[in-house]
């Protein structure tokens, strides 16, 4: 089927109340689209679909007697005014009148919408006079937006005229005023994207870089100079030929993904969300699977970073003009620039003659602490000064190796510097292995960016450990200023994921392309393998301190000898923290704060022991129980309350929780034993634990205790993110977990607390009584295949440390926890850790004898595992646990 034949199917309907046939020829026109999208230019299929829906339109206002009335018209407004529809975008109309209608015209008005409803077309609409269409825009810049892209469907063009006249007098909205307007808007747009393009789920419609910054561009120059066709932006010197050129090329990229997205999604979807990208990438010719993604993505982000350098350019000159700015301060700073009111621009053309120029460029804003940004004129020169050297690597000319140095060890490089270096392309264009991690997606829900907008952002929070204002993390900018060459960390956190996107273990490629750069850059000794080091281990402090059990001494001083120094330990601890809040800006909490940094004392204790960590934690058994007792006396519990539960616990006990905590339980049980002392003890704290709320929960021990907590908390989407677990020899069982909300915050409600402490007390109530959880799983984990392993790690102290990688899915720990007392394996530590979709948990467990699992028993628990957790519920089902 073809336009022609659809808009003559149009022109046979001869009645109002034809629904079916109006709807024929709305299902066709999808039809048609799909059919041409692979066939035809998309701008071509983006126009045809507004001719369409135009014919569509006139047809409906003609038979519905509207063109009979006088005064009143039919525009097309927002994007359908510029006479561009993607195949489920809406399509704005403003129904405008000369007068107040009356309600024979209201009815009829009512009958042509409803019909439009009925067809599913996404109408968008508003029925007004001329005077409030007018008195509403002059408030409200949506409505003005929407009015300068109008156009005249049907009806009388007198009152779209008179509107149209008035709309450009002096009373409505000046250029200044306008331009003002969508530049603070685009500003709160992009700031909602963490004003970055490179967003693993990205929305071609609003993200920096996509289509809103095209169509802003498009806005403040019909408002100002009354251009409907863009290429007019050229004869008024804004654009050269081949950056407006470059821009419908961008646009025509971003318009078929956003085509295709539609198709695909079947409404007006402009979120490209993991659902989807599997389907546009082959619809768009990828090919299958995630390396057509990852094509696709590539591309995506090149678009947009290539529109971002245009918006920000033209934007710039507009406001330089519209506003008519006139530079108040202008300060040479050598022949080739000036600062420009802060921005720096050259002062003649052709600045950058070789690829040493644009290195010498960044150093030269490093030196210029006045500089805020680059002149619109610059960002033109080096565009093209980067397409002109395109045909060899920068780090290939000795020259360029000497400067790149000299920038990694400027202080104030990693400030506007870093970010033109990699915003720009510049260090793509200088390293060949970033050039391979540019636009990289990471297939999961753990990282927020693309490879290199994560490694961008890491970068930027080691530099912010450098600046006088930095309260928030006191150690790492007691670090980072007390050694002497900080550009050894900058080189490691630059390097740590370069090597992803390759096959093998990222850390290790980077750990070797890090050493043949250190070798190309003159750096050696002790300083090439402290970042080799840094690189292959960047992961070695977070894993150990969210995986394994940190008041274990086995374990600290694992991790102190693979440490060797604490030189080594410093500057591991200021990557991992910068490491973990680049990843995700939800990622960072309390409970990792304090995990990271019990691992970095107790390990640095060790050092200081000479890796006696028995010692080390000794002292802190030692500490905790004079400062817990101190507590306790002032609140009257006897010395005898006390020891009659402190001797049921081990030094594990009072090595693992604070002074604070020690008390608090012991206050909890004596206080509880008062009333009942074989009734469990249930209590929660938001106090005593730094990380989070604290769950106790004391008393004779019974099957299943731990699978009954975690399925109530799991059902009220709060996640446990450490449990300790302790039986006693006489058959208590002593249970703490620090609780947070599933996104990772505290629970900060009296009224929340309340609940779940209600709930669970509830649940406790009835022993052996399974919770039915009824929490479903997200859109978002459907998408994403994770594949259950189980590994084992034998203990000095004769139990198993069990560690399960799994989707995290609803129910997970309940199923976990009812398989261990089904096997009659006793479970005395869970250390949780949701890593985005992907459950990460460490279990310490013995056997029915109280020893670690036989060889056999670690068979079958794996086997179960591995069946019971690798069929999740889908998003519709509930799960019993």
């Known amino acids: 089927m073809s336009l022609d034949q659809l808009i003559e199917n149009i022109q046979k309907i001869t009645d109002i109340n ?13 039809d048609w689209l799909s059919q041409e999208f692979t066939k035809v ?14 014919k569509l339109l006139i047809k409906a206002w003609d038979l519905g007697g509207l063109n009979e009335q006088k005064g009143l018209a039919l525009v097309a407004v927002g994007g359908y005014g510029r006479g561009q529809l993607q195949p489920h975008s809406d399509v704005d109309l403003l129904i405008l009148s000369h007068k107040t209608i009356n309600a024979k015209v209201q009815e009829k008005i009512s009958l042509f919408i409803t019909l439009l409803w009925d067809i599913k077309l996404d109408i968008g609409q508003s029925v007004r006079t001329i005077k409030e269409t007018f008195s509403l825009a002059k408030s409200d810049t949506t409505i003005a937006t929407n009015l300068v892209e109008s156009r005249l469907l049907v009806g009388c063009s007198d009152s779209f005229a008179t509107l149209q006249s008035k709309i450009k007098s002096k009373s409505y909205w000046s250029s200044k005023d306008f331009f003002t307007a969508k530049y603070e808007e685009q500003k709160e747009r992009h700031s909602k994207f963490n004003d970055t393009s490179y967003n693993l789920e990205p929305n071609v419609k609003e993200n920096p870089g996509c289509l809103r910054d095209i169509q802003s561009i498009g806005w403040v120059a019909k408002q100002h100079f009354n251009v409907w066709n863009g290429h007019e932006l ?10 407006w050129a470059e821009l419908i090329e961008c646009r025509s990229h971003l318009w078929q993904i956003r085509f295709a997205l539609h198709l695909i999604s079947g409404r007006s979807e402009n979120r490209l969300l993991f659902d989807y990208q599997t389907d546009v990438a082959e619809r768009l010719g990828y090919g299958e699977g995630k390396e057509a993604v990852e094509k696709m993505m590539k591309s995506f982000f090149r678009t947009v970073r290539r529109v971002s350098e245009l918006n920000v350019m033209l934007l710039q000159y507009f406001k330089q003009d519209i506003l008519e700015l006139k530079v108040k301060n202008l300060q040479v700073i050598d022949d080739n620039f000036e600062l420009s009111d802060g921005l720096i621009n050259p002062r003649e053309e052709d600045v950058f003659k070789s690829p040493k120029d644009i290195l010498s460029f960044l150093l030269l804003i490093a030196d210029t602490p006045d500089c805020t940004g680059l002149h619109s004129g610059c960002l033109r020169q080096l565009r093209n000064a980067r397409r002109k050297f395109n045909t060899q690597y920068y780090c290939e000319i000795p020259e360029c190796r000497e400067l790149f140095m000299q920038l990694m060890r400027h202080p104030n490089f990693f400030g506007l510097g870093w970010d033109l270096m990699h915003k720009h392309g510049i260090l793509q264009s200088y390293l060949p292995q970033w050039d391979h991690i540019v636009g990289m997606m990471q297939f999961d829900l753990f990282h927020a960016y693309t490879v290199d907008e994560h490694t961008h952002r890491l970068v930027k929070y080691v530099h912010s450990y450098h600046c006088d204002d930095n309260i928030e993390f006191p150690r790492c900018k007691k670090i980072v200023k007390e050694t002497d060459k900080p550009e050894l960390l900058y080189l490691a956190a630059i390097f740590h994921d370069i090597g992803k996107g390759r096959n093998g273990d990222h850390s290790v490629l980077g750990a070797a392309d890090v050493v043949t750069f250190c070798e190309a850059h003159g750096i050696d000794g002790e300083d090439a393998e402290l970042i080799r080091w840094l690189v292959e281990n960047h992961l070695l402090m977070s894993v150990v301190a969210q995986r394994r059990d940190i008041y274990d001494p086995e374990i600290i001083g694992d991790f102190a000898r693979a440490v060797k120094s604490l030189n080594h330990l410093k500057h591991l601890y200021a990557l991992t923290l910068a490491d973990i809040r680049a990843t995700n800006n939800n990622l960072w909490n309390d409970w990792k704060a304090s995990l990271i940094r019990e691992l970095y004392l107790l390990t640095q204790k060790a050092l200081d022991n000479g890796l006696q960590c028995g010692v080390t934690l000794l002292e802190r058994v030692n500490k905790h129980q004079i400062e ?12 005898a309350d006390i020891d009659h539960f402190w001797h049921r616990l081990n030094n594990d006990y009072f090595a693992r929780f604070s002074p604070m905590q020690l008390a608090w339980h012991a206050k ?13 003890t249930i209590a929660l704290n938001d106090s005593t634990a730094k990380a989070g709320t604290e769950l106790l929960v004391y008393g004779k021990n019974r099957p299943a205790l731990f699978a009954q907590i975690a399925s109530v908390l799991d059902s009220r989407n709060c996640s446990i993110h450490d ?5 006693t020899n006489d058959g208590y069982v002593f249970d703490s977990f620090i609780l947070l909300e599933q996104d990772g915050s505290r629970i900060s409600s009296p009224s929340r607390l309340k609940s779940l402490l209600e709930a669970i007390e509830d649940q406790l109530a009835k022993p052996g009584r399974e919770h039915n959880n009824r929490r479903k799983m997200s859109r978002r984990m459907k998408q994403l295949d994770v594949t259950t392993k189980v590994r084992f790690y034998q203990s000095s102290s004769d139990v198993t440390m069990v560690e399960l990688e799994a989707l995290d899915a609803p129910g997970l720990l309940a ?42 028993q670690q068979v079958q628990l794996k086997k179960r595992l591995i069946q019971l957790l690798d069929q999740p519920p889908t998003s519709g089902e509930a799960c019993q646990s």
């Open 41 to 54: 230019p998309v701008d071509k299929l983006v126009h045809d679909r507004a001719v369409f829906i135009d």
């Open 668 to 680: 909890e049980v004596a206080k509880a034993a008062t009333k009942d002392e074989n009734a469990l």
């Open 815 to 856: 199923k976990v926890g009812h398989l261990f007392v089904e096997l009659n394996f006793t479970l005395h530590m869970a250390k949780i850790s949701t890593i985005g979709e992907r459950a990460e948990d460490l279990f310490i467990i013995a056997n029915e004898q109280e020893h670690a699992l036989t060889t056999e």
């Open 723 to 727: 449990a300790q677990i302790t039986i």
């Open 234 to 243: 050229v004869e008024h010197g804004y654009f050269t030929e081949s950056e």
């Open 18 to 30: 034809d629904i079916r046939s109006f709807k024929k020829c709305v299902s066709d026109s999808y």
């Open 628 to 639: 817990a007792r101190e507590m306790l006396n002032k609140h009257g519990i006897s010395a």
